[in-house]
């Protein structure tokens, strides 16, 4: 099965900026890569998403502009770049994989990665 692979997360200040990875294979296949975050006692929301065709949808924080999804097919890489970041951004990030266009339903993707750690403190 295609392993997701989820990297980047890790301490940082507020106003600060991060870059998290998602690799895996398939991605140049018809479908979709999201990004999602889940804090403690929260439920897993949609952050962004990509789709093969670089369609991008933005769920939390839409309109302030501080999330951009991008991809690297080159190697096999899906990117959240994540600007101004702030306590509130603090959560388990995860990329995720569907088979068909993007979605801001957590059930809607097949295929999870691990998640990785974003701390966002002074």
């Known amino acids: 099965q295609e392993q997701l692979v989820e990297t980047g997360g890790g301490l940082v200040q507020p106003g600060g900026s991060l870059r998290l990875s998602c690799t895996g294979s398939?991605?140049?296949?018809?479908?979709?890569v999201g990004w999602f975050r889940q804090a403690p006692g929260k439920e897993r929301e949609a952050v962004a998403c990509?789709?093969?065709?670089?369609?991008?949808?933005y769920y939390a924080d839409s309109g302030m502009g501080r999330f951009t999804v991008s991809r690297d097919n080159a190697v096999n890489t899906v990117y959240l770049q994540i600007n101004n970041l702030t306590p509130d951004d603090t959560a388990v990030y995860y990329c995720?994989?569907?088979?068909?266009?993007?979605?801001?339903?957590?059930?809607?993707?097949?295929?999870w990665g691990q998640g990785t750690q974003v701390t966002v403190s002074s």
């Open positions: 995720a994989r569907r088979s068909y266009l993007c979605s801001g339903s957590a059930v809607a993707y097949t295929k």
């Open positions: 398939g991605f140049t296949r018809a479908g979709a």
């Open positions: 990509i789709s093969s065709s670089d369609h991008t949808s």
